[in-house]
Each structure stands twice: as C-alpha cells, then as structure tokens.
C-alpha cells in the first residue's frame, strides 16, 4: 500500500507543479511517452492505427510483465488502495449491522468440517473455469466495443482513470477555484464500481485480465510454499491463511483455488499471514 501510495503522491505533486507527466492511464517525462496496454490496445483499435511511438511501450510493458509478473495489480495500481480505505470500511460497518441485527435471531445449522470442505472443494473446479475465463470475456468486449464505436469506451469507466481524474478535478478546486461535477461523478462511478462488483480486480478488470495474459510466461518471483514448514504439511492441520489472504484466491498447495498462479500479484500477502513463514519469492 506504500507503494501506491507514493506513486499517487508524485502523479499529484506532478500535476501541481504543472510538469505534464499525467497519470498512470498515459505519462511520460520529455520525448519518453508511455499509455496504459490497454488503453493503447483500445486506441489502436479505434482509430486503426498501429501508433508505432506507443507499439514500443507496450512490448516494453507487456515484457516487464513477463519477467516480473503482475506486479501492476499488486504495487503501483491505486484501486487496492481506494478498497482498504473506502470499500472495505462500507463492508465492515455493513458486517457489523447485520451481526448485532442477527445476534438475537434463529441460529443457521452449522456444517461439519469435513461435510463444508468436500462441499467447497466440488464447487472449485466449475467456479475456477468460470472465473478464469470472466476475465478474459470482459477483455474481448472490451476491445470489441472500441473498434465497434471508433474510441476507448472504457476508458470512460476505468476505476484507475477515474481515481486521477477525481484527483486532477481536486487540484483545479484547490488551486484555480474550478469546482466541477467531476468531483461528484467520478468518485460516485468509482464506488459504485469496487462496491457492487466485489470481484472487480479479481475476476472483471479487463487490465488485469491483459496482464494475467503475460504474466502466463512469467518464471520469476513465484511463491513456493516448504512443506516442510507448512502446518497442514507437518502437523496435518487446515490452515489455509496464505489462500484466505490472497485476494484472487490463489491455492499454493493444490491448486484448487479460483485463481491461478499467472494472477498472483506479488502482493506478499500470503507470506506474510503464513504464521511458519513456509512461503518465499524465489527469483527463479
């Protein structure tokens, strides 16, 4: 989350102090110019037109991705950042209502152990086919509906471009008076987007779904659990808290997550909720 943060942080000193780097949908510094893969992908397709200056960022993007995995999702998007401290709030005052609501009421019979994991563990395998292929699906249309229209169309509802944009219409309020619908619209679209789409980075964002694409190849910083150290490995316990912590519900173990190991972000969060410290990053 320091990570984001920092970066949001210098795209706005950036646009204070007039320097025209932009945001992370489209920046650049002097002759170097780089567009987010799929907005660039959307424009290609739009205006039928290569754009050989922008082809160059997106081969050095998409082989970043391949070499590092999507470290996008994990450590520079702010959408993760705008969930912790937006979203998830919402969610907890709504667990929190709907617990003392339900404190007094009739009690839901509770299944056993090992009846609940056989009953998850059915689901899996149908839930992961559709969930890896949601993406994907999401991405087609996407792409589909720029080269239909003639210009990005989602670029218009991107949480990503959103967020700057609510960002940049806050610096025009503070330094230039300029208050506009923007700061209503754009953080409205945002929330309704993270809130009722729970899944969105997980399983809809058609940048991440780009991404998951190239991270396919990607051999580098994987986690690997030791066995020797894993609690269900050494003591034949159920821990699942790396699984539980990863928000694209990655199984390192078997595999029978919802989420394969290409949309691991690298986000760490499951080594660091491993109460054996069993998961590393190897670089190879």
Known sequence: MTTMAVIVITIVIGAVKNAGTGSLSAFGVDNISMICPLGYLETALAGRDVMPRLLIPFFVIAGLTVLLGRVFCGWICPIPLVRKLLVNKIDEVKKTTTNSSSHDGPTQP???????????????????????????????????????????????????????????????????????MDLIVFPAIVVIELVLLKEWCSKLCPVGALLSFFSRFNRSLVPTVDRSLCLEESQDTRCQRCRSACCFDVDLKDGRGTGGISDCTKCRECADNCPVQAIRFPWR
Request: include cysteine; proline fraction near 4%.
């Open 110 to 180: 509770v299944l056993k152990e090992d009846e609940a994991v056989k009953t998850a563990c059915s689901q899996e395998n149908s839930d992961a086919k559709k969930n890896s292929s949601s993406g994907l699906i999401v991405l087609g249309v996407t792409l589909g509906s720029s080269a239909i229209c003639g210009f990005p169309v989602f670029c218009l509802i991107c949480p990503i471009g959103l967020v700057f944009a609510t960002l940049f219409a806050l610096i025009r309020l503070v330094h230039f008076n300029e208050p506009t």
